[in-house]
């Protein structure tokens, strides 16, 4: 994959990939410049491991630098969804759409700018800072996603199947004890969320070490938490970054 995308244009950064549940398709942001890279993986394709698409992903208005933290194509392959982390403004979701290949506007009475699901798009969404991390439900109808400010956060975002133009986001563990939830995911039956954490200095912990905690995904009751086998290093460096239920 990485030698794939060095051929849509030189010395982009690889950050974030991931792949369709079809597996027909990837995903892959590159950071300096911040660019959408979309790649035939579809073995039965005359363009199987092409680029078949590269886009800048547009600017956060205001924001002096952003970061594409995590990608996700949803379960019908329509949309290409990256939580944008961002410098002086609040969180983003960007959504791409695949069959138009156009970004979508979240905002359309500013029509010289695109406008990402967060604190200017209409509606507008205030959501925690610092995502790291984004998973769609089998059905595409919401995402859980997290991420590390605010010494940790889970909340669910919402999304009209019928109506692009509606979404909402619902925080439900905001500085709650699970610092450093890096790695999150949302089970095969979309019931229960699984987020990752481990000490961070300045933040109070609900547990002592590396930890799994298991979340309510319909409204973000904990269900549980399992303590993790520490890596030998510091309790504030365990780098648990990706959760994958089987």
């Known amino acids: 994959m990485f030698n794939t995308v060095n051929m849509a244009g030189g010395t982009n950064l690889v950050e974030i990939w991931s792949m369709s549940r079809s597996g027909n398709l990837a995903a892959v942001t590159t950071l300096l410049p911040n660019n959408l890279i979309l790649v035939d993986t579809n073995p039965q394709s005359p363009t199987f491991l092409q680029v078949i698409h590269q ?7 205001g924001a002096l630098f952003s970061l594409i933290t995590d990608v996700e194509i949803t379960p019908d392959e329509e949309y290409a969804v990256m939580v944008v982390q961002n410098v002086q403004v609040p969180t ?71 109506d692009p133009s509606v979404w909402s986001f619902t925080p439900f563990q905001v500085g709650t004890g699970y610092p450093n939830a890096w790695g999150g995911g ?61």
């Open 55 to 61: 886009s800048p992903v547009p600017a956060s208005p």
């Open 92 to 162: 983003d979701v960007a959504r791409f759409h695949i069959p138009t290949l156009t970004w979508v506007d979240h905002d359309p009475s500013t029509p010289l700018t695109i406008e990402h699901i967060g604190p200017n798009s209409v509606p507008a969404l205030a959501m925690p800072d610092s995502p790291t991390w984004i998973d769609f439900a089998s059905h595409g109808s919401f995402a859980a996603l997290g991420g590390i400010g605010n010494c940790g956060w889970v909340g669910r975002l919402d999304f009209d199947l019928a």
């Open 186 to 246: 949302l089970s095969p039956d979309d019931a229960t969320i699984a987020v990752t954490s481990w000490d961070a200095n300045g933040c109070v912990s609900s547990t002592s070490g590396p930890a799994l905690h298991f979340f309510d995904a319909t409204n973000g009751s904990q269900l549980g938490t399992t303590n993790l086998p520490v890596n030998g290093g510091s309790s504030t460096l365990q780098n648990l970054y990706t959760v994958v239920w089987r």
